[in-house]
């Protein structure tokens, strides 16, 4: 008998210099009750991408159009790790801004949780979100993910927040700004924000709103 | 009724200046005789690693212990990919050096084809090799994994050729050596090779021949 295939959802935002994971009470046992993440059963000519999508629709109240970055993750076959036997999980993880939940349509009561206080979960759903969590933070250091967590102009304090919020740990101002320059990622608005008696920061955007993999040249 | 759950391997080896990669002829229909990677059904109560495992040796004749670096590459769930119905493949990358096939015990008549000469593969395999191939590429530039295809000491024009071999163009001698030696991933052995009329040329180890990944500092 094959192992039975699922998918389940991480879906990460930035929300008040926080980060926050989307979770559901699942309403069935196993684990009835209890936080995980939004998961369901893939069904045959129905891909795992399709399958993550009515996931986030059905379960969670989320319209996955508000993810402004989708990536399949990691496929996690631990044979011990579902109680009902050899289950399979295909994991994809979703990064946006201001992500709404149509909560009165979700099955699953879903909410946002902090990483830095998150309820015990049902399954291996602290490692998935572990893992999750590790791969966005060394996406950070050669891509411009973060673009996926943050408004279309932003200031340079808003990207370094967002930047520690994720790494979970502070970064040096002045060489943060020289590196994250230097990477050709960023454009300035010509717009600056005025906010209390600061001096107006100047706005910047990302050149591009989708994904972009620094290269390191090799000579 | 959920898809059905294969898996299929990709391992890579470097021959005489070449990226080749294994392949097996298939046993049984669908595309009985035609070219395609090892593959086949997972079973509940083996992980996809051990089914990994598993087909390596029954198939292709290719103990995993020569590989020196495995990962799971993708999961591919395209619709239509098997004629059979709705399968999903989970496929792993392996990479070696020396990789020897015991012919006699394998099922599917298994041998290594160079990247550049391939045959025409079954399924969406071909898709599968270059999807692997890029990823292998891009690590080059942030890791060290071009250890798991050379021999425990080289010469810096022998790395260098690695690396040509892989990304498939030519890389800028001096540059490359500059680049590659700040990596800080290589040591001198105090040993060099002599070879014909040049000087002799410093072999080199990996520092550690296990995975590392370079990181890139944000300030």
Known sequence: MPPTLTVDAVVFRLQDNDLEVL????AKDP?????????SYCSAGETSTESFERTLKVKAGCDPKQLKLVEQLYTFDTVA??????AISITYMGLGKD?????KNAT??????????????AFDHEIIINYAHERLRSKLAYTNAVFAML?????LTELQMAYETILGHKLDKRNFRKKILSYDLLKETGEKLTAG???PAMLYMFKQ???EVLVRSLD
């Not at 979770?23 to 699942?26: A, H, N, S």
């Not at 684990?31 to 998961?39: R, T, V």
């Not at 699953?108 to 990483?115: A, M, N, R």
């Open 31 to 39: 684990f009835k009750g209890e936080f995980a993440l939004p998961g």
């Open 151 to 155: 408004s279309t102009t932003f200031t």
């Open 99 to 103: 992500i709404a939940l149509q909560k």
């Open 209 to 211: 709103r989708a994904l």
């Open 197 to 199: 008696a600061h001096r």
């Open 81 to 86: 790790r579902d109680p009902r036997g050899h």
């Open 23 to 26: 979770l559901v009470k699942r």
């Open 108 to 121: 699953e009561d879903p909410d946002f949780y902090s990483l830095n206080n998150l309820p015990k979960l």
